[in-house]
């Protein structure tokens, strides 16, 4: 079993700054891309910004200037800091890990998310 548990969602004021934090644990062998994703009241489930293995970034238009992911492999975490925040970036976030872990004596394909952490931007 593999499990990522993610913190320090909350409120914040336009304009505040806040960082999430994940953290894969279980039996994981690898862990390849993560990422986070955020699902904005009434709205699917999107992409915010993806991180390799060895650090190669992509983030949506939208978060490009304010938003950074980073990773800590030896940790196998991934944060994502959050600043000058808007309205806008309302929503449910999150992390999301493509691993390789074993199950049932076997390694496999895992495709984990975390429960998500809620963050609200409001004055």
């Known amino acids: 079993q593999v499990q990522l548990v993610e913190s320090g969602g909350g409120l914040v004021q336009p304009g505040g700054s806040l960082r999430l934090s994940c953290a894969a644990s279980g039996s994981i062998v690898s862990i390849y891309d993560m990422a986070w994703y955020r699902r904005p009241p009434g709205k699917q489930r999107e992409l915010v910004a993806e991180i390799t293995r060895v650090g190669s970034t992509n983030s949506v238009p939208s978060v490009k200037g304010r938003f950074t992911i980073s990773r800590d492999n030896a940790k196998n975490t991934v944060s994502l800091q959050m600043n000058s925040l808007k309205p806008e970036d309302t929503a449910v976030y999150y992390c999301?890990?493509?691993?390789?872990?074993?199950?049932?004596?076997?390694?496999?394909?895992?495709?984990?998310w975390g429960q998500g952490t809620q963050v609200t931007v409001s004055s």
């Open positions: 999301h890990a493509d691993m390789i872990a074993t199950i049932g004596g076997g390694r496999k394909y895992v495709a984990a």
